[in-house]
């Protein structure tokens, strides 16, 4: 426990000032508010001693005084402190999306986007509670219980260790429910990022949901979650309905203790009735810290038990460019060669690709092939380092990929995904989402180190930019990509909205966004995963050609299933079972009469059926 919160300090001392400020204005006003009950007990000694009105003035009009010197303080307390941990939250909200950027992609294969999701917001909102209204009330509460139990010590010792009597039953209270709390808090926080994932994925697969009418069945799983959650917060709310008025009880046990034995030395003459009017004024604002105590510890086990929760995460290992130490001609020419690659996903059983080498020189085209599960598209990702292959296998220019910056190597590869993805925005902004001109619309970058949030914004690139250098390159990648045509029909054409995941677009038009978007970055390395697996033949033929001009000025690495994509390839790698098994070009390849030349055979004869 103590480690993770100082994990926390770094960030605490990013706004010290405001934050210490913060501190030493709520000491001082917990230490004005302490000396009201001894003018009260000036006041009450003075009547019955008999004071002059003029004394009583000044008496009286002291008690308002130091209210109002005590709220100025407490409202700079809340400026100052306060507004420092909604910083501090800010920048762990930065740090914590950016990690998430950083981490690879089969971290995101074994986490659940709802549970993610659910630390990035609920656990930080606690952690939130933890630097900012649980440190002020924990100060105000430490120092208000010392100053007020040593001037009741002051005034009379005897009695106030006989009012003391009871809080050892607070201190065993505390600790006992405060280690229930944040055991209960921690699966309260599990379940909620449980019922995140329902929700997350019933959304995301709503198509898939209603095409098998499992509505009621969605339904019924997110209420079984929701009951859960409801039932470990009920755990928790009995487990607090116990703690605070455990709390109550050990206090008024402390003031019928006071009232008896304190009402006995007034009648004894050992104690003035101004001095026991203040000493009982003194032990109800006890009474706040004692409750106060309670209540910052559950926010405390809370905020202790979410950042915890955040540094399993942010704990994760992210890959280091530190250690790369190889760089990129500043003229990225396309050079490509495998040697010898073997790689095998973690908790496999069998390798993916295995002993798998090749070449391709600047401007060549390399066409890739073979069943379902052969390793065409994990041989895509590792060139691109979505995952991570072995050092000494693959090559860019004669740089080992393992030992190039990643920025850097993927600066140089524009890549069209098998499936490909779309953000919730614009036609043009998805186009453009890698040439540093896509950022959705009022999008702002804060100044980072700042409070206010200024810094670049970049508007989404649209039709209207013809003039534009961005509205001319998305243009051009849209009519290569043979978009251009269907865009033209859309209601605010590239301005029209895509909706969640593309939603509104087809499977073929979603392919063909992906494309323009990795056509658009003008990279020297082309990567297409299988992109139009979803178009009809004529589309595909149509964007064959518009491709053709493209790949004769940079190395092109195509996966198809289909034979037409990839005939007019320089060279055609035949992969079964994650080996090599032909390579050559088409029509060598068809004469050999290998797995290819099936696969060639098997697709005319479909074809001659489709047109049957």
């Known amino acids: 426990m103590l480690q993770a919160l100082r994990r926390l300090l770094p960030y605490v001392l990013r706004v010290r000032i ?20 001894w003018v009260l007990k000036y006041v009450v000694d003075g009547l019955t001693e008999g004071v002059d009105r003029t004394r009583l003035a000044w008496l009286a009009a002291a008690l308002p005084g130091l ?23 800010y920048d762990l909200r930065n740090d914590f999306f950016a990690h998430l950027e950083r981490l690879p992609q089969p971290y995101f294969q074994s986490h659940r986007t709802g549970d993610l999701m659910s630390r990035a917001t609920n656990d930080l909102a606690a952690v939130r509670m933890l630097v900012g209204p649980a440190v002020m009330y924990a100060s105000s509460t430490v120092v208000g219980f010392v100053l007020a139990v040593g001037i009741m010590a002051w005034i009379d010792l005897r009695l106030t260790l006989i009012a003391l009597l009871p809080l050892p039953f607070v201190t065993l209270a505390t600790r006992h429910f405060g280690r229930a709390i944040h055991d209960r808090f921690e699966r309260i926080q599990a379940q909620l990022a449980a019922m995140s994932a329902v929700v997350q994925e019933s959304l995301a697969g ?70 026991f009017v203040a000493f009982s004024r003194y032990l109800v604002l006890l009474a706040w810290p004692v409750i106060a105590f309670g209540w910052v510890t559950n926010i405390a086990q809370r905020g202790i038990a979410s950042w915890e929760r955040m540094l399993e995460v942010l704990d994760a290992p992210a890959p280091d460019d530190r250690a790369a130490d190889e760089r990129l001609p500043a003229e990225v020419r396309g050079h490509v060669e495998c ?69 850097d190597l993927r600066a140089a590869i524009g890549m069209a995904p098998q499936e490909p993805f779309l953000f919730s925005d614009t036609v043009g902004a998805n186009v453009l989402f890698g040439c540093g001109g896509g950022e959705p619309d009022g999008a702002r970058r ?22 534009d250098g961005m509205g001319g390159r998305l243009r051009r990648a849209a009519a290569i990509a043979h978009l251009d045509g269907e865009v033209a029909e859309f209601p605010k054409g590239y301005d029209t909205l895509v909706g969640e995941r593309g939603v509104t677009l087809s ?93 060639h055979e098997r697709q005319r004869l479909e074809d001659e059926i489709a047109r049957s």
């Open 18 to 37: 405001p934050f210490f400020a913060g501190l030493a204005s709520i000491l001082a006003a917990t230490a004005i508010s302490l000396v009201a009950p």
């Open 67 to 89: 209210a109002l010197l005590d709220g100025g303080f407490r409202y700079m307390t809340r400026k100052w402190l306060i507004g420092a941990s909604r910083r501090i939250e």
């Open 206 to 275: 709503v198509r898939v949901v209603r095409a098998f009418r499992q509505e009621d069945f969605e339904v019924a799983r997110f209420r079984a979650a929701n009951d859960e959650y409801v039932e470990r917060n009920r755990g928790l709310i009995r487990l607090q309905a116990a703690f605070h008025p455990s709390l109550a009880f050990c206090f008024g046990l402390s003031g019928l203790l006071v009232l008896w034995f304190g009402g006995r030395a007034v009648i004894a003459g050992t104690l003035t009735l101004g001095e």
């Open 339 to 407: 040697r010898r690659l073997t790689f095998r996903y973690p908790q496999a059983e069998a390798d993916a690709l295995r002993d798998v080498s090749f070449e391709v020189q600047p401007g060549e085209t390399l066409a890739i092939v073979g069943p379902t599960g052969s390793g065409k598209s994990t041989l895509l990702s590792l060139l691109a380092r979505l995952q991570e292959p072995p050092r000494g296998a693959l090559f860019l220019d004669g740089a080992d990929v393992t030992r190039v910056p990643r920025a």
């Open 446 to 467: 804060p100044a980072i180190g700042t409070g206010d949030p200024a810094g670049a914004r970049r508007p989404a690139i649209g039709a209207g930019d013809v003039d």
């Open 507 to 599: 499977g073929g038009q979603k392919q063909r966004v992906a494309l323009a978007r990795a056509v658009a970055t003008d990279p020297r390395v082309l990567i297409l995963d299988d992109t139009l697996s979803a178009v009809d033949t004529a589309t595909e033929a149509a964007i064959l050609r518009g491709l053709r001009d493209v790949r004769r000025s940079r190395t092109c690495l195509i996966v198809s299933h289909r034979v037409s994509t990839v005939r007019d390839a320089d060279r055609i790698l035949v992969l079964d079972e994650g080996r090599v098994v032909e390579r050559g070009r088409h029509d060598d390849l068809v004469a050999r009469g290998g797995l290819y030349a099936d696969m």
